[in-house]
């Protein structure tokens, strides 16, 4: 997305650096949301970070980021998941302003027990994670 225009963000997105850079100016009914990503310039790899932007019934937005932990196994593909957790989880909580926190707690946890049960090297040893000292 080009940085040289401002769209409108009525609905939640998700922003993964798949080239260079991932960018975007949205204006929302709570004001203005940019978002910038971009891998090192040095890496050859596709970037493994994802940037989330949570609309939360009428009232509330949630801006994530999920680091995909540069270069770790499968960093891409835990910070996609934990996304879509986050997404599923703050979907739940409907139109109730008050559940939003739990919300992203809840989203939190689920994300945790999905990078794990990748099993492809991406969550550390010993079941880190939320809660777990990540």
């Known amino acids: 997305m ?9 609905d939640s997105q998700v922003f993964v650096d798949d080239d ?7 204006l929302a009914r709570c004001g203005q949301i940019s978002v910038f990503t971009r891998r090192d310039p040095g890496k050859v790899t596709p970037a493994e970070d994802a940037i989330g932007i949570f609309r939360v019934g009428t009232q509330s937005w949630v801006l994530a980021v999920a680091d995909g932990v540069g270069g770790a196994a499968g960093g891409r593909a835990a910070a996609l998941a934990t996304m879509a957790a986050l997404g599923e989880s703050l979907a739940a909580a409907g139109d109730e302003a008050a559940r939003v926190r739990s919300a992203i707690l809840d989203g939190i946890e689920l994300a945790n027990r999905r990078v794990l049960e990748l099993a492809n090297g991406a969550a550390p040893p010993g079941g880190g994670g939320a809660g777990g000292g990540w």
């Not at 260079?20 to 949205?26: E, K, L, N, R, S």
Request: no cysteine; proline share 0%.
């Open 2 to 10: 080009s940085n040289d225009t401002i769209g409108f963000l009525d």
């Open 20 to 26: 260079q850079a991932a960018v975007g100016d949205f």
